[in-house]
């Protein structure tokens, strides 16, 4: 019998083999014109891109460019991409298993006992690869875009989420971990604040008194605070006049206009 520590090690590790591999024999293998081209140049030369700037991606290439030593510079990129990709499927992985695990909680030590398999790691295995190889999904981990990050912090909001009730939802480091990804996300693109309205009542179904506890909740403050610090990147690097980027996102209504895409909203009916 296999044990349930074994089980989940063998599915990471599938995971970590069969994703990676599908997206390495796919992947662009250099330039892709078009909205690529412009994030693998921006994130170079520390520029700003077009809205809503996305701040945390072009530290996040930069950095992928300087460490990464093989490859062209597009090559990096389009590396990037798969990489994030393949932990995005290891967060929705994580999620459908501790998802079984609240669903289907053993209700005495002889019903754990009696579960010779964890079929909640099956269920993972099957979600997870149902997302990484699924065709649009799949499309933008094989070139360098910001979108495969988006689903990324996505799905490691989930993950969080779910770790922690899982945990019995008295482990504050979980819900910390998720105000930091949080924070990040929304700093890489705004709109996925559009989920946190589920994601309140997901945390106050598990647990109603959450609100009272004010340490946690502070903790939840500073944490998302330091994702949305990425943020000042654009404030810094503008008033440089980088290559590629306005140079006015150190004023209030610079910054807003860039972010919110204030000015694509006139060419919307």
Same mark, same amino acid.
């Given at each position: ?47 700003i ?23 062209e ?12 990709? =393949? ?5 929705? *992985?994580?999620?459908v298993?501790? &998802?079984?695990?609240?669903? +289907?909680?053993? !209700? #005495? /030590? ?30 933008h981990?094989?070139?360098a ?70 340490? =946690?909740?502070?903790g939840?403050?500073? *944490?998302?605070?330091?994702g949305? &610090?990425?943020?000042l990147? +654009?404030?810094? !690097? #503008? /008033?440089?006049?980088?290559a ?5 996102m ?20």
């Amino acid at each position: 019998m296999i044990s349930k520590p074994a089980a989940i090690r063998g599915a990471i590790l599938l995971l970590l083999v069969a994703v990676p591999l599908a997206y390495l024999a796919t992947m662009a293998r250099t330039v892709v014109f078009g909205d690529p081209t412009e994030y693998t140049f921006v994130a170079n030369i520390l520029g700003i891109a077009h809205p809503p700037g996305y701040a945390f991606y072009t530290l996040l290439g930069k950095l992928f460019q300087s460490i990464v030593p093989v490859g062209e510079i597009p090559w990096r990129m389009h590396l990037l991409a798969a990489t994030t990709a =393949t932990a995005a499927a290891l967060f929705v *992985f994580g999620t459908v298993r501790d &998802s079984a695990r609240l669903l +289907f909680a053993a !209700r #005495s /030590p002889e019903d754990a006992a009696a579960r010779r398999f964890d079929w909640g790691v099956v269920a993972g295995v099957f979600a997870a690869l149902t997302v990484a190889l699924g065709a649009d999904f799949w499309q933008h981990a094989i070139h360098a875009n910001p979108h495969i990050i988006t689903a990324a912090f996505l799905s490691a909001n989930l993950f969080f989420l779910t770790r922690w009730a899982a945990s019995g939802a008295d482990r504050a480091r979980w819900l910390y971990a998720f105000a930091l990804t949080a924070g990040l996300g929304i700093a890489h693109h705004p709109l996925t604040v559009m989920s946190f309205p589920a994601y309140a009542v997901f945390i106050l179904v598990v647990r109603p008194g959450i609100w009272r506890e004010w340490r =946690t909740l502070l903790g939840m403050v500073a *944490f998302a605070l330091l994702g949305l &610090s990425v943020w000042l990147y +654009f404030p810094i !690097r #503008s /008033p440089m006049a980088p290559a590629f980027g306005p140079s006015t996102m150190n004023t209030l209504n610079g910054f807003l206009d860039h972010v919110l895409a204030r000015g694509l909203s006139e060419s919307l009916p």
